[in-house]
């Protein structure tokens, strides 16, 4: 490599190249080669208790055939000075002076000699308040200082070779990074297509709407002599895992909830820090868990070598080694939830586990969906979980306004709008949900779908219908077919249980489709305007995938072909969403729940668990059906939830070692399924029902819980307060769950001033109540944590609550 060569190499990139060495590394590997270079000689290393203020020493022969003896020091990055003179920066001067007034011994002439020199050389730059202070400071005009200005061109002339070690594809990974998130190209993006075929990447600055991370602790508080247990909530911005000392971290949230977005935001993040020179360089990589999963046989750095390469069309990849030791490199994962195998997701974790223990100093970034699997899984033990916070009124009509203005859309009421997006089934208000709305509102600004199905249908409909420019409207085929053959691909994948089909597949089952109903001239087009410009899929590696697994259960569940074929899948979690959007599309079809609710009968715990909230959640999204036909539906939905509490929590905890996390996670799961607003004005009513029949007390009080969950869901804080002034459970965790409801009312989910209010008042009134449960969680959720210790997983003891622990 010849100096010419060296000189197309920016020197933005070169000066980052030497503030990557470590003190020790700079000296061994450039600052020596260099001078011995230019014509020193020796170069030993006096590093240690005995290099009296000099790391090395260089012999010059002037030009009288004399010896002169140049003693250099080294230091790591920057030298400045601010108001006053840094820790590093008085070392410097403390050596520089010790270095200047000891003699250097030659064994072999027996001669000692004063430095001629004395070189500080830094790997950054050393401003000139620094070398002003050293100078005053040292009194010696022997100092000679250098830097990362004076090394470059010595470098360039001298030893170009050295910048073989900086790889040239990293700014244009970083650059391709940043563009395929502006852009939305097709590996890199879920699709946040506008009206009128204009893309805007969501993870932009342009349009991104910062959302935060929290996470629950409990911290021990002493009042009065008294110790009591409270809860701690932690917020930190998205950008903040990149600050945390943590390497591990596991973001969880709900279809819909941004965790996509997420990953993206942090990547551009990095990709716009990197042109900062005060800053470390990150190199992050974007990865799905089910690519990671069919290439398991590889280890996760050759996974991203690979991605870096296949991004940058390079032969090379754009980390090294060394970037990696020292952390440079950022893996984030998206959507564990879609492996719906334990063994696929089992190899996920072991890859970032290997990762991890071979480069600790690396983050790695994992999101999934808060499914039931997550509690079970130990190696997630070790990760800092973090869940996405829901989106407030605030940040919901920037993203509407975003899109306004993008688009110069004129939206009116914007605030109402969005509480009335709010009720909309199945969702919490969140930026796919607002994101949808925003797109379709071009078409009618007072039109708010009456739920999460019809709110979908507007807008697939629209990203089907979207016509092409440089056709026009004339030549693009009927959305109503293109949403037909979809909801038969949709269907056949989740079948399957899979979230993507081979491209030769999905090519086949629409061509049969349309033979079938006489399209055959015209498949290529409509394969065209179906795969590659609706923006509701993506093509990767020969494989077609929906761009959000929600898409796929929307079409999914409108394709389902039977109420028959209901009832051997309403047991399964898997199938939740997409029967939930079965019923949004038939809307008042609640003679078809009771017909599958009465075939749950026989199933097991785990399976009536999991159908109760799937119907509960169905007979929401049936907006059309009569509310004599809804309560009988919501009741056996209460009832069945109830009834099956005990068996369920003994399967999944057989030695009941963690009760309380145990009902905690059955209470979580069930919620949303009774957050019904029939139950409004009707508490009497239910609450006479719920008590009917030869039950057990235990039960009947389960029953009031669940009536009282949904009523808190709901919004009806007032009616739940006055049923929970009465009521006096033989099991406490029932409050506990009540309490953890109204918890969430008052920090996390969007509510108005006075049910927040209400939920304060309930929350300081069952304190008294549900204090010991509060120990007692802390000792399981303690017991819980897990430390990788040489390569074993170990649990920690729980200290004594009542100790300083």
Not at 275 to 283: A, C, T, V
């Amino acid at each position: 490599m010849d100096s010419s060569i060296a000189a197309t190499i920016s020197r933005f990139k070169k000066e980052r190249f030497l503030r990557g060495f470590s003190e020790d590394d700079f000296r061994d590997s450039v600052l020596r080669p260099l001078l011995l270079r230019q014509g020193l000689k020796d170069g030993r290393d006096l590093c240690g208790p005995q290099e009296k203020g000099k790391d090395t020493v260089f012999v010059s022969i002037d030009k009288l055939g004399m010896n002169d003896i140049y003693v250099v020091q080294t230091k790591k990055g920057n030298l400045n000075l601010a108001k006053e003179p840094s820790g590093s920066l008085i070392e410097a001067i403390t050596q520089l002076k010790t270095a200047l007034a000891t003699q250097v011994y030659f064994s072999f002439t027996k001669e000692k000699k004063l430095p001629a020199k004395a070189i500080l050389c830094a790997s950054g730059k050393i401003n000139e308040s620094a070398r002003q202070h050293i100078v005053h400071e040292v009194g010696d005009p022997r100092i000679v200082f250098m830097d990362a200005d004076d090394l470059i061109p010595k470098i360039d002339e001298h030893c170009p070779e050295l910048w073989f070690g900086i790889d040239a594809q990293v700014l244009p990974y970083l650059k391709t990074i940043r563009k395929s998130i502006e852009e939305l190209t097709e590996e890199l993006s879920v699709s946040d297509i506008l009206p009128g075929g204009v893309s805007v990447g969501a993870a932009t600055d342009k349009m991104f709407v910062p959302v935060s991370l929290y996470r629950t602790l409990q911290r021990i508080r002493k009042e009065r002599g008294q110790t009591t247990l409270a809860p701690k909530f932690e917020e930190i911005p998205l950008a903040g895992i990149l600050r945390r000392n943590e390497r591990l971290f596991l973001i969880l949230g709900e279809a819909g909830s941004g965790k996509s977005t997420a990953l993206r935001r942090l990547a551009y993040v990095i990709t716009k820090r990197a042109h900062d020179p005060e800053r470390d360089f990150l190199i992050p990589v974007l990865l799905k868990a089910t690519e990671v999963s069919a290439k398991s046989a590889m280890s996760l750095v050759e996974i991203c070598a690979d991605e870096t390469r296949r991004l940058t069309h390079s032969s090379t990849p754009s980390f090294d080694q060394q970037g990696l030791s020292a952390g440079n490199v950022v893996v984030l994962i998206d959507a564990l939830d879609e492996l719906l195998e334990g063994t696929a997701r089992a190899k996920v974790l072991r890859l970032i586990n290997e990762f991890h223990s071979s480069y600790p100093k690396c983050k790695v970034v994992l999101t999934s969906r808060e499914y039931s699997f997550i509690q079970s899984i130990g190696e997630l033990k070790a990760y800092c979980t973090y869940r996405l916070s829901p989106i407030n009124y605030k940040q919901a009509e920037q993203i509407i306004d975003r899109f306004r203005k993008e688009q110069h859309l004129p939206i009116e009421n914007t605030k109402e709008i969005i509480r009335r997006l709010q009720d909309v089934h199945g969702m919490e208000l969140n930026p796919l949900l607002v994101t949808v709305f925003a797109a379709t509102s071009e078409y009618s600004q007072q039109d708010i779908p009456a739920n999460i199905t019809e709110l979908f249908k507007k807008f697939t409909e629209m990203m089907l219908g979207r016509w092409d420019a440089s056709k026009g409207l004339a030549h693009q085929y009927q959305a109503p077919l293109k949403d037909f053959l979809l909801k038969k691909v949709a269907f056949e994948i989740h079948r399957r249980r899979a979230t993507s089909m081979m491209l030769s597949e999905f090519q086949s089952v629409v061509e049969s489709e349309l033979l079938n109903r006489g399209y055959r001239a015209d498949i290529g087009q409509i394969l065209d305007e179906t795969l590659h410009r609706s923006g509701l899929f993506r093509v990767v590696g020969g494989a077609v995938e929906f761009r959000h697994l929600l898409l796929q259960e929307f079409f999914a569940g409108r394709g389902i072909p039977s109420r028959e074929f209901l009832e051997t899948v309403v047991g399964e979690p898997w199938w939740c969403r997409a029967i939930v959007f079965y019923f949004g599309e038939n809307a008042g079809d609640a003679e078809g729940i009771d017909k599958v609710m009465k075939s749950v009968r026989s199933q097991t715990s785990k399976e009536i668990y999991a159908a109760s909230v799937t119907l509960g959640l169905a007979i929401q999204a049936c907006y059309l059906a009569e509310v004599k036909d809804k309560i009988p539906i919501i009741q056996w939905v209460i009832n069945s939830l109830s009834s099956v509490k005990e068996a369920l929590l003994k399967s999944s905890d057989p030695i009941s070692k963690f009760p309380i996390s145990g009902f905690l996670a059955y209470y979580l799961f069930g919620r949303d399924s009774v957050a019904s607003n029939i139950l409004k004005g009707r508490s009497a009513e239910f609450v006479k029902s719920l008590s009917a029949g030869e039950v057990s007390q235990d039960e009947k009080d389960t029953r009031e819980f669940w009536l009282i969950v949904g009523l808190i869901e709901a919004g009806a804080m007032r009616e739940a307060e006055e049923l929970i002034e009465h009521f006096r459970p033989s099991d406490a965790k029932l409050l506990l769950g009540i309490h953890l409801g109204c918890y969430l009312i008052q920090h996390i989910r969007v509510s108005s001033k006075n049910e927040r209010n209400l939920a304060e008042k309930i929350c300081r009134n069952l304190n008294a109540k549900i204090g010991h449960l509060r120990k007692d969680l802390l000792k399981e959720v303690r017991t819980e944590l897990l430390e990788v210790r040489h390569d074993e997983i170990e649990a920690l003891n729980p200290p004594d609550i009542q100790g300083k622990g």
